[in-house]
């Protein structure tokens, strides 16, 4: 994450977050596989930040590591072995552009204040802190971004083991989202907003953006709108 950026989990530049990749011995042409021990929206988080510098060759580990664990795959415990870096000169060279797949508060505010059809938003998070009645309240103020929709992403996209489920029933759970439209998903922090995108575009639909900031950033600014109550 970027630790200036004010909110806890923004998309690190690209020269730092590629030179910490390097470090782990990962570059352009590496073949990731992310795994997770939580709801699988960390694992694609990471999917989704590496998608943004462009590197497509990352997989998600369905069901992550409880899943691993339970079907016998081989574990270790401990200090992990060290990575072998990126020989010197090799690997990223010039760090890539972003792809722009985040987007940031005032083009968020924008889609608000003028009711683009083209786009909407929808926030990832169970139906209460939606609503705003969800206790304690985890943000700085209750509620939504106006004129957003709601699909709690883990509720909604994964089964009781944590394993998305199958694509006719990801399908038929995303199918209330415009087909013609721009999904900006968002959530508290930018991260189960990321397993509504993984899904989207494990159904065929790649017009999708994070909010980075979502209502963590959102919500700590007074002067933008927050509504309490159901979807309208």
Known sequence: ADPDAGF???????????????????????????YDDDARMWSTRLW??????????????????????AAGGPVESGPPEPADPLPEGAGWGE???????????????????RGDPGRVLVCALSADVFRGVASPIPY?????????????AKD?????????RPLPELAAALAGLPADAEVVAYCGGGISAT?????????GRDRVRI???SL?????????????GPEE
């Open 95 to 113: 760090p890539p552009a972003a792809r722009g797949t985040f987007v940031g508060r005032q083009e968020v505010l924008d889609i608000v204040e």
């Open 156 to 164: 909604t996209l994964l089964d009781a083991d944590g394993r998305f």
């Open 140 to 152: 700085a103020r209750p509620g939504h971004i106006p004129g957003s929709r709601n699909l709690p």
């Open 48 to 69: 989704w930040a590496l998608r943004e510098i462009g590197l497509e060759t990352v997989a998600v580990l369905d069901g992550g590591w409880p899943a691993w664990v």
């Open 8 to 34: 806890s989990f923004a998309m690190p530049d690209p020269a730092r977050f590629t030179a910490a990749l390097a470090r782990l011995g990962v570059g352009p042409d590496s073949r990731v596989v992310v």
């Open 211 to 213: 909010y980075d900031g």
């Open 216 to 228: 963590e950033e959102w919500a700590a600014d007074p002067d933008l709108p927050l509504v309490v």
């Open 195 to 203: 397993l509504l995108a993984f899904a989207l575009t494990l159904v």
